[in-house]
């Protein structure tokens, strides 16, 4: 089986730089100069990492930022028929756009999916007003309230994104989020628990009243029952979805599959023939990016092979994110490793009680899941 490609696409830009983020996003008071130079230069860029597709169709597409919601219908288009002209998708292939409430106009979310976006996903964060001025969002709740409304009236497939463990929260305010986002009945959720990233204006200020470990515990408890309550399974550390709408996107990425990637900063990964595993890196800064492809028709500032011994620990890292894990197979037909590789870890772990007894897939125990750190640094080289 040929291992799976997609195709990560990265826009840059948002209305404001929110205190906690640290995505390569920098703010902008108005896309119109830059729209035009960067779908061009998007497809070019396509074009010098065609080699690596090697006769596969792309199984997914994801559209992520910055604020993609910020590029117009007509731009959207050009990526998209772009993409078509070079590419071959598969028949059902998702292909996904991150939305910012901030950006909500509800005539181009239609055009987005009449365009070919099967799959929006909207960065609510919170339903409250006090945590989203908390969290600088450009945002408030009514319009976080009408971008999840429209989101349901008119993809069939939406992802909410929320986070929890916010400044001064209590659990009572964690769950009231989850529930109102359950409101809107969507396909998929993601939770993420707010991380004081490094180099942030949070890093250096950190807000008061983060909440500490045994509430931020009761918190995820507290989504975990009322994501099951509505037939939601928790299928990855930070992501819930109804059956059949698990993120086909991510999931590559968590079970160590290929992806190309287009746009400032995006990382990419390929297996060429002979089992070597190839990242590269596009130029981070939008600027040096746009500039770059257009002398030198070249975006990326990077390419390596990834060394064997650093093999285990990434596959692991993304693999046992998963509930569930990932097919044994999975470990030869991706890493071109035999499984004797990881034999002595796998053991230890299990003696542990931490990774399942099981024979064809590779997957933690209830209590490995809790403890993912500990399991992972046993793959360290
Ligand atoms: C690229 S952003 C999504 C789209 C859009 N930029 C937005 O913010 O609305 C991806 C998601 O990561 C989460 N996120 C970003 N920074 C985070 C942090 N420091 N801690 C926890 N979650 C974070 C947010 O939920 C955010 O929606
Ligand atoms: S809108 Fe999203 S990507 Fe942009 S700064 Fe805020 S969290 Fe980061």
Not at 143 to 158: G, P, Q, V
Not at 163 to 172: D, E, H, T
Not at 174 to 187: H, Q, R, V
Request: charged residues 25%; hydrophobic residues 40%.
């Amino acid at each position: 089986m040929p291992i799976p490609l997609s195709l990560y696409i990265h826009w840059p830009w948002c209305l404001k730089k929110c205190p906690y983020c640290d995505f390569n996003s920098y703010a902008i008071d108005s896309v119109s100069d830059v729209e035009a130079p960067y779908i061009e230069a998007i497809l070019c860029s396509l074009e010098e990492q065609l080699e690596w597709v090697q006769n596969r169709e792309i199984h997914s597409v994801f559209i992520g930022g910055g604020t993609p919601s910020l590029i117009s219908d007509k731009g959207i288009g050009e990526i998209l028929s772009g993409i078509s002209r070079k590419l071959v998708l598969e028949a059902e292939a998702e292909i996904t756009l991150e939305a910012n409430p901030g950006t909500f106009d509800k005539r181009r979310f239609r055009s987005y999916k009449d365009l070919g976006i099967t799959r929006l996903s909207v960065g609510i964060q919170s339903f409250n007003d006090e945590f989203l001025r908390r969290l600088g969002r450009v945002h408030d709740a009514r319009m976080a309230l009408k971008t999840a409304t429209a989101a349901a009236e008119i993809f069939d497939n939406f992802n909410l994104d929320l986070m929890f463990g916010l400044p001064g929260q209590s659990l009572l305010e964690a769950e009231n989020d989850c529930l109102k986002a359950i409101s809107f009945s969507p396909t998929h959720l993601s939770c993420y628990q707010l991380t004081l990233e490094p180099n942030t204006y949070f890093a250096k200020y950190p807000p008061k009243g983060i909440p500490g470990t045994d509430l931020l515990f009761e918190m995820s408890q507290g989504i975990a029952r009322i994501t099951e309550s509505c037939q939601m399974r928790h299928y990855e550390v930070s992501a819930y979805a109804k059956p059949g709408f698990q993120c086909e996107h991510n999931l590559n990425y968590w079970q160590y599959g290929d992806y190309l990637a287009l746009g400032p900063g995006a990382h990419g990964k390929v297996t060429l023939d002979d089992k070597l595993i190839l990242r590269f890196e596009n130029f981070k800064s939008p600027i040096s990016w746009l500039e770059t492809i257009k002398t030198k028709t070249s975006g990326l500032s990077q390419k390596r092979h990834v060394p064997k011994e650093d093999i285990p620990f990434e596959f692991m890292l993304d693999a046992l994110r998963l509930r569930k894990g990932v097919p044994v197979e999975f470990w030869k037909e991706r890493t071109g490793l035999p499984l004797n590789t990881i034999k002595s870890a796998w053991e230890k772990l299990l003696a542990q009680g931490l990774v399942e007894p099981s024979t064809n897939r590779l997957c933690t125990t209830e209590k490995g899941w809790s403890f993912l750190n500990e399991v992972l640094m046993e793959f360290l080289p």
